[in-house]
Nanobody
């Protein structure tokens, strides 16, 4: 079980840091991916961080310099830092985990999946 937190309503240009925590297992042993689903759209994989802190990106040019992923293994959390937020970033953001980042951006059944956290950036 994964639990996301940190979402909310933020004005354009603002920042949010989303957090992903695990219940019942050690998140530090897994690769973690952040995904999002905007209204009426498919899931979009954003970033994956391996258990060795190697980051794999699927960010569009629009998000490339604004989103970063990191992990705090001491506290069992993975973060998504989002800066200069835009209305197009409005979505439900999810974290997912499995052994590696190999399939991070391919639709497939995840080993672990969170319930999502809403991020809203009004236009």
């Amino acid at each position: 079980q994964l639990v996301e937190s940190g979402g909310g309503l933020v004005q354009p240009g603002g920042s949010l840091r989303l957090s992903c925590a695990a219940s019942g297992f050690a998140l530090k042993l897994l690769a973690v991916t952040w995904l999002r689903q905007a209204p009426g759209r498919d899931y979009e994989g954003l970033l994956c961080i391996s258990r060795n802190d190697i980051v794999t990106s699927n960010l569009t040019d629009s998000a490339k310099d604004r989103f970063t992923i990191s992990r705090d293994n001491a506290n069992g959390r993975v973060f998504l830092q989002m800066n200069s937020l835009k209305p197009e970033d409005t979505a439900v953001y999810y974290c997912a985990a499995e052994d590696t980042c190999a399939a991070a951006f391919i639709p497939h059944p995840w080993l672990y999946w969170g319930q999502g956290t809403q991020v809203t950036v009004p236009s």
